[in-house]
């Protein structure tokens, strides 16, 4: 992608509402008629919903900010820091400001911004978070909801956070693979989201889960198996074999990390432990003995329900496969997930199928402790430079 000049994003963000329909239905028919790289929407015939995101100017988000006080900073990354905002006076709408800090220049900086804003300006689903709009005025801005309990991994992992009770799990884990199901079937087009962990997901006040920060996202036409990436970018912990490996992306590599967010809800560790042992590693033989129970968080203190615990635990399994073809989809692991009665025939494997999954996690990946912050977390590249992330929340 070529360096976007800053007159160039306002020229494209100045589109005039009443230019912006008929734009958006020249899109869409380039879509159809296969003249982008896309292909057709999953969702033809569904009538477009116009986004309703806006952009704000700088004064606006200046003022929520009370000038991006130091102490209305709530994370800080390597391209971005988070804002939490009021519009309004102190009974507004509470906000989150994502501000991304490199230089102008920085083409990066501008390629993630466009990506995040074309992949959830169009989403609308109660567990992906909202965008409420964009600022591109003295730099580049993305505004969302406030998430008032800050990301699961600092529930989690925090120090001096009290423990999340099994029930609050359950539903974590459950809305998750809702909203993650929605983006992969559910939206106008395939999002592969590639960057599914615990610091991503940020709650409501009830508790709610969000997936959020889309800066990896992808969009995949519905005619493509899959794509093919370089270079591989992701977090520590949760990449699919395929991809780390060859730099293959399709909805199994969300699914493989998602199992990987059920084994740290379950278990309470992070993915990746001091001594530099993966998650999935650390629970693939407690999953083949079938003992589920001996990867409760033992600060649960034995209060957890069995059947939800052990349909968790299967759902986990199925996802930290090494062959993506005997993955299951999100559909799949939410009728697991949510299923009074496992088939577990259904899910048996070939017994070289088997073998091959030993061999493959019989070895450990040197992977890098991901932290567990609200928004500091480490992801790599196939050259093996730390770049960092950050999401929304408090």
Request: charged fraction near 25%; aromatic fraction near 10%.
């Amino acid at each position: 992608m070529r360096y976007i000049r800053s007159n160039s994003l306002k020229r494209l963000f100045s589109v005039k509402r009443r230019s912006f329909d008929g734009y958006v239905t020249a899109a869409r028919e380039d879509d159809s008629n296969n003249n982008n790289g896309f292909g057709a929407d999953e969702t033809a015939g569904v009538p477009f919903q116009r986004p309703s995101w806006r952009c704000f100017s700088h004064d606006e988000i200046f003022r929520a900010t009370d000038g991006f006080s130091a102490d209305n900073l709530v994370g800080k990354g390597g391209y971005a820091e988070v804002y939490k905002g009021k519009f309004g006076g102190d009974d507004g709408e509470e906000i989150a400001v994502k501000r991304l800090t490199r230089a102008s220049a920085d083409e990066r900086k501008v390629k993630e911004f466009l990506t995040e804003i074309g992949t959830v300006g169009h989403v609308r689903h109660p567990n992906v978070l909202s965008l409420l709009g964009c600022c591109i005025d003295n730099g580049l801005y993305i505004i969302f909801q406030f998430s008032s309990r800050g990301s699961l991994a600092s529930l989690l992992h925090g120090e001096d956070r009290p423990v999340i009770d099994w029930r609050t799990r359950y539903k974590v884990a459950l809305g998750t693979a809702r909203g993650l199901h929605y983006l992969h079937k559910g939206c106008q087009r395939r999002i592969i989201h590639r960057d599914i962990k615990s610091s991503n997901i940020l709650l409501t006040s009830d508790f709610e889960p969000l997936i959020s920060d889309f800066g990896l996202a992808k969009w995949l036409p519905s005619q493509w198996s899959h794509h093919s990436i370089s270079p591989i970018e992701g977090t520590f912990g949760h990449l699919a074999p395929e991809y780390f490996m060859h730099g293959i992306v399709d909805e199994k590599t969300d699914v493989f990390a998602f199992g990987v967010l059920l084994l740290e809800i379950i278990s309470g560790r992070k993915p990746v432990d001091g001594s530099h042992q993966s998650l999935h590693s650390w629970a693939k033989p407690i999953l083949r003995g079938g003992d589920t129970e001996k990867l409760i968080d033992p600060r649960l203190d034995g209060h957890y329900d069995v059947a939800e615990l052990r349909r968790l635990a299967l759902a986990a399994s199925l996802c930290i496969r090494a062959s993506a073809t005997w993955r299951p989809t999100m559909s799949d692991v939410l009728m697991v997930m949510m299923s009074e009665k496992l088939d577990m025939d259904k899910w048996e494997m070939p017994k070289e199928e088997e073998e091959d999954e030993e061999v493959f996690f019989g070895f450990e990946d040197l992977e890098c402790d991901d932290g567990g912050g609200d928004y500091d977390t480490t992801t790599t590249t196939s050259s093996a430079s730390p770049e960092d992330s950050i999401s929304t929340g408090s």
